[in-house]
Nanobody
Framework: QVQLVESGGGSVQSGGSLRLSCAASGYTASTPCMGWFRQAPGKERERVASIRSQRYTIYADSVQGRFTISQDNAKNTLYLQMNSLNVEDTAMYFC?????????????????????WGQGTQVTVSE
């Protein structure tokens, strides 16, 4: 079992920055994939960024170049640095962890394999 607790959400004006944190505990060695997801009212959940084996990162096109995902193994903490925020970034942000999948060529992090979830932290961006 892995427990995840997010923090760092809040309200910010457009163009501002926030850093989200996700403290992980439990058997974290079983979850080489860590990620941030978000869901806005009336919209589907979207994967924002993920990191595999503390190294390989992938970003959604909508946040590429603005958001940075990172991991501090010593603190068992996942981060999401969010810069140049805009109103479209307003959502509940969730930290998630899961196993990776061998697709025959490389290991990947599939959304369906994220089995552990935090409770979420709200990010609100205003004009």
């Amino acid at each position: 079992q892995v427990q995840l607790v997010e923090s760092g959400g809040g309200s910010v004006q457009s163009g501002g920055s926030l850093r989200l944190s996700c403290a992980a505990s439990g058997y974290t060695a079983s979850t080489p994939c860590m990620g941030w997801f978000r869901q806005a009212p009336g919209k589907e959940r979207e994967r924002v960024a993920s990191i595999r084996s503390q190294r390989y990162t992938i970003y959604a096109d909508s946040v590429q170049g603005r958001f940075t995902i990172s991991q501090d193994n010593a603190k068992n903490t996942l981060y999401l640095q969010m810069n140049s925020l805009n109103v479209e970034d307003t959502a509940m942000y969730f930290c998630a962890a899961g196993s990776h999948y061998w697709n025959g060529i490389v290991y990947i992090c599939r959304t369906a394999d994220f089995t552990y979830w935090g409770q979420g932290t709200q990010v609100t961006v205003s004009e």
